[in-house]
């Protein structure tokens, strides 16, 4: 599908790019590395990363001179900082090439390493012919890879620090999983509709107005060859997760499972939870504390619409997410 990176076979777990220094290897140009534990360790544990160094995989040596953009910050050169080689050509047809083949490889995003002419995500430093810098610029491979992926979640190390960035991004690879996972199983309208069943409480946390989209596009599946279906359905999806969810959103949805318990929540239940979404929506608790009590009212009353629902466990719980405030 246009913009996506599929790959032919689907793979346990999920494929995420990522910068080879975070991984610790010593491809820097001074020879050192940039491990993030969060990324190899923590979340290492639930996905199988696809390290890319541009600047070595261009054929350029460890160590090395260091380089940065120069110019035009939509259009950059990328030159050696002392003696002001021009590398941009050499790395322009290395990232063309190896974007086209990390189109076979089936990720579910990228995660840039923050700063680096070659792989910073945004705010690289861009500088004039002068010499003065502004942080206005987009690393030359990273650049690449999102205008060939532009709907493929992607985010930096450092950005990754943030919870809710952090909370946003993991959903967004899962999900993007669950979704390639279901593609697999094949391009039928039943396995459209399940997806969307499935998924339709968290699309609505991102946003209301492509949750209806989507709706209406799966209510008209029937007209629609299953190409098209599957490209526009993950089209809307990937542009609906790209929104983030907010507690406003959040506390909407979670109004909405309340719904589901119509004459079956006592008052006290009922006061309780309303208590604790109120409490949440205001900045007061963390999202985990009204989700834990719903899925909680879920198996306590055997929900069977929401027990399906990946809104309420959408990634592992060892990734303590949904902790903060
Ligand atoms: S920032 Fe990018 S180019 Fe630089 S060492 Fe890390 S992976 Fe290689």
Known sequence: MPGDAAAESPSERIRLGVSSCLMGEKVRYDGGHKLDRFLRDTLGSFVEYVPVCPEVE???????????????????????????????????????????????????????????PSSGMERVKVY??????????????????????????????????DPKLRENFIERIFTLKRWRDSLAHGKTRGNLVDFHTRNKLLVLSHSPELYRALGRWVAHAKGHEAEELFAEYQKLLLEALQLKATPRKNANVLQHCMGYFKGVLGPDEKQELLEVIERYRGGLIPLIVPATLVNHYVRKYDEPYLRLQTYLNPHPVELQLRNHV
């Open 58 to 116: 261009c054929g350029l040596a460890v160590p090395r001179e260091a380089m940065r953009l120069v110019g035009d910050p939509e259009a950059p050169r990328l030159l050696t900082s002392r003696s002001g080689v021009d590398l941009t050509d050499r790395m322009l047809a290395w990232a063309k090439e190896r974007v086209e083949r990390l189109a076979g490889e089936g990720l579910c995003g990228f995660v840039f390493k923050s700063g680096s």
């Open 128 to 161: 004039t012919p002068e010499g003065m810098p502004s942080k206005t610029g987009v690393g030359i491979f990273a650049r690449a890879f999102m205008d060939r992926f532009p709907l493929l979640p992607v985010e930096e190390e450092g950005r990754l620090n």
